[in-house]
């Protein structure tokens, strides 16, 4: 049985393979994109407006993926760092980076554990990456770290309903609660992939805790011409057009 504290060699793992089977071959289109999307229906960033400018701005990218959320911020004039901790992912970023000319740095760790200094950035982002793959009792308090006086945390995750609604087995989330928010944190998956999700109470005293200033919570809902998405499926669009699915948290660091 695997241990407690081993999630970061399984998440490893379970995004090799994403990335074999699916990301990888995904990774042109969305590299390519013009308008910055939130989440799984595509909010468009006009239309939920939580980066604001970002031109100029040192930007660290905690749990990059194939890169693609930095090669936006890169194509409006930010500065971004990504930091990844599956090879694979990182593997991808780099050829993409090639193949599009938008070059950035690319660090391999986790995004708990930066080796870079403190207060290097003015934006902490994370978009499905630090934000449910590692302890935010580890990375919040990095990415303050990472942040100057005034920098602003953006992460995107799951909300805790659909994470309390969600089946294990047949991945798919129904309507009704399956267990319990209180003691909310680790979350151990059939697919050996283990997450962290936390209800809005401790989250925002964890920033609180953490040196942040909230500034906003957006909870993202389906819009109503929405499709089911192809891979994460697990979420239909009729779900997330009653209850949010997904939700985009905005913190700034106290100077």
Same mark, same amino acid.
């Given at each position: 049985?695997?241990?407690?504290?081993?999630?970061?060699?399984?998440?490893?793992?379970?995004?090799?393979?994403?990335?074999?089977?699916?990301?990888?071959?995904?990774?042109?289109?969305?590299?390519?994109?013009?308008?910055?999307?939130?989440?799984?229906?595509?909010?468009?960033?006009?239309?939920?407006?939580?980066?604001?400018?970002?031109?100029?701005?040192?930007?660290?990218?905690?749990?990059?993926?194939?890169?693609?959320?930095?090669?936006?911020?890169?194509? @409006?004039? %930010?500065? #971004?760092? *990504?930091?990844?901790?599956?090879?694979?992912?990182?593997?991808?970023?780099? $050829? &993409?980076?090639? =193949?599009?000319?938008?070059?950035?740095?690319?660090?391999?760790?986790?995004?708990?554990?930066?080796?870079?200094?403190?207060?290097?950035?003015?934006?902490?982002?994370?978009?499905?990456?630090?934000?449910?793959?590692?302890?935010?009792?580890?990375?919040?308090?990095?990415?303050?770290?990472?942040?100057?006086?005034?920098?602003?945390?953006?992460?995107?995750?799951?909300?805790?309903?659909?994470?309390?609604?969600?089946?294990?087995?047949?991945?798919?989330?129904?309507?009704?609660?399956?267990?319990?928010?209180?003691?909310?944190? @680790?979350? %151990?998956? #059939?697919? *050996?992939?283990?997450?962290?999700?936390?209800?809005?109470?401790?989250?925002? $005293? &964890?920033?609180? =805790?953490?040196?942040?200033?909230?500034?906003?919570?957006?909870?993202?809902?389906?819009?109503?011409?929405?499709?089911?998405?192809?891979?994460?499926?697990?979420?239909?669009?009729?779900?997330?057009?009653?209850?949010?699915?997904?939700?985009?948290?905005?913190?700034?660091?106290?100077?």
């Amino acid at each position: 049985m695997a241990s407690p504290d081993d999630y970061e060699d399984r998440n490893r793992a379970l995004w090799t393979q994403t990335n074999e089977e699916y990301t990888d071959a995904q990774a042109d289109r969305v590299w390519l994109r013009d308008e910055i999307t939130w989440g799984m229906f595509g909010m468009p960033e006009h239309e939920v407006g939580i980066l604001g400018d970002v031109d100029g701005l040192d930007v660290i990218d905690l749990g990059c993926g194939t890169g693609y959320f930095s090669a936006w911020l890169a194509r @409006r004039g %930010a500065r #971004p760092v *990504g930091v990844d901790v599956t090879p694979a992912q990182l593997a991808t970023a780099r $050829r &993409l980076q090639e =193949e599009t000319g938008i070059s950035f740095p690319l660090v391999e760790a986790s995004g708990e554990d930066v080796p870079l200094p403190d207060a290097s950035f003015d934006l902490a982002f994370s978009e499905y990456g630090a934000s449910i793959w590692c302890d935010p009792y580890r990375w919040i308090p990095e990415a303050h770290r990472l942040l100057r006086p005034g920098g602003r945390l953006v992460f995107l995750c799951n909300s805790p309903l659909v994470m309390l609604c969600a089946v294990e087995e047949e991945e798919a989330t129904v309507e009704q609660l399956l267990r319990p928010q209180r003691g909310m944190h @680790r979350m %151990a998956w #059939p697919d *050996g992939g283990v997450e962290f999700h936390l209800g809005h109470g401790n989250m925002f $005293r &964890l920033l609180r =805790e953490s040196g942040f200033e909230v500034e906003s919570l957006i909870e993202l809902y389906a819009p109503d011409d929405a499709e089911t998405h192809e891979y994460y499926s697990w979420v239909s669009a009729e779900w997330a057009r009653q209850w949010p699915a997904e939700e985009i948290w905005a913190a700034r660091k106290r100077a």
